[in-house]
């Protein structure tokens, strides 16, 4: 029988659980592997993946789902077992990136828009019948002093909205990503301008929505937090950005989405951490707020393990608390102390 999307979106947003974003295309997870002087090939790539599944305290209490990249989802552990498998196993639900990147926007040198619409249809097939019961796309948002543009918001949107559609045809939950980027090189990007544009892309992307008719609790939006540019020189308190967010959210987000995951972004593990935590203590909401890291998950994890087999073990040990951390925050339940205490 068919499961419900309703159900897998329910169950990607469990209380006091979230998504592991392992979802590196093969440059990103290069850049990462060179960070620690370690090569990239098929095996290295998979035991580094295979170490983070087999945390089982991780993947069986604070992770509800695993973006994964294509490669992955048809690769075996070490032993053979698909590492699919051992992703259920944990009672996790498997998922696929389904996008081809973000490319440049004609006319522009900064602005891009995602692709990979053409043979969707066709490949969410043989997603579905490898195991993946949810999708991701991207689509990647630049503040600069003239943009973004309209062209950009309507283009992404749009394609978001028909990559949500195709999902939801086969089956698969769509997670909803608009990223509005905190990491360009610019100084016009206070965190009241981040609002505004990230204002403007989630009301655009939820009538775009509309239009493309998405069951909207059928999916999962993956949300940017509302932060000051990182070389924008302002500095917010995790309460302000906590208050920005929520309020962002409440207006452009319909409350029949069962659930948020927010991207890191390129926050410290523990400020990611603590915005979250601080959005779950300080409001009441209509969706379950919860996290879909990436870096914010995996970067002690990578430190800690060094691409060598004897760190393994210390390395899950540092994946796991970083989880568990997460997992507090998701239930507004998380103290500074518990990151000295362990
Ligand atoms: C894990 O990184 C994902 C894939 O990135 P590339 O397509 O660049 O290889 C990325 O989409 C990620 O899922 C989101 O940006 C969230 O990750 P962060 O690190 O921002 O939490």
């Known amino acids: 029988m068919t499961e419900r999307l309703e159900d897998i979106a329910i169950a990607m947003t469990a209380e006091g659980q979230g998504i592991l974003a392992a979802d590196e295309s093969t440059g990103t997870i290069k850049k990462r592997f060179d960070s620690i002087n370690t090569e990239s090939t098929e095996d290295s790539r998979r035991d580094y993946r ?65 692709e990979g619409l053409d043979g969707l249809r066709e490949r969410l097939v043989k997603y579905y019948e490898a195991g993946a019961r949810f999708a991701k796309w991207r689509a990647v948002i630049a503040i600069t002093e003239d943009t973004p543009s309209w062209n950009c918001v309507k283009a992404n949107t749009h394609a978001l909205a028909r990559y949500a559609a195709l999902c939801q045809e086969a089956g698969i939950v769509p997670i909803v990503e608009p990223e509005v980027l905190m990491d360009g090189p610019h100084s016009h990007h206070s965190i009241e301008r981040c609002y ?15 239009d493309a008719g998405i069951n909207l609790e059928g999916m999962v939006l993956k949300p940017n937090m509302v932060v000051p540019g990182q070389k924008s ?21 319909p409350s029949s989405v069962p659930g948020i995951a927010f991207l890191s972004g390129g926050q410290s593990d523990e400020v990611a951490t603590a915005h979250l935590s601080a959005m779950n203590a300080m409001y009441d909401m209509p969706w379950r707020l919860t996290y879909s890291y990436g870096r914010a998950l995996q970067h002690a994890a990578l430190m800690a393990w060094q691409g060598k087999a004897e760190n393994v073990a210390a390395a899950q040990r540092a994946f796991t608390h970083r989880a568990r951390m997460n997992g507090l925050a998701a239930q507004g339940a998380w103290k500074r102390e518990m990151e000295d205490a362990a």
């Open 233 to 253: 020189g302002q500095k917010a308190s995790v309460e302000e950005v906590a208050e920005w967010t929520v309020r962002c959210l409440k207006n452009t987000v």
């Open 196 to 210: 505004e544009v990230t204002e403007w892309v989630l009301k655009t992307q939820f009538s775009e929505l509309y």
């Open 50 to 114: 295979e170490m983070l599944f087999r945390s089982d305290e991780a993947m069986k209490n604070y992770i509800s789902g695993v973006i994964l990249f294509e490669e992955t989802l048809f690769q075996k552990a070490a032993d053979g077992t698909p590492l699919v498998d051992l992703i259920k196993a944990a009672g996790a639900v498997p998922g696929i990136k389904v996008d081809k990147g973000a490319k440049l926007i004609p006319g522009s040198e900064v602005e891009t828009v995602t």
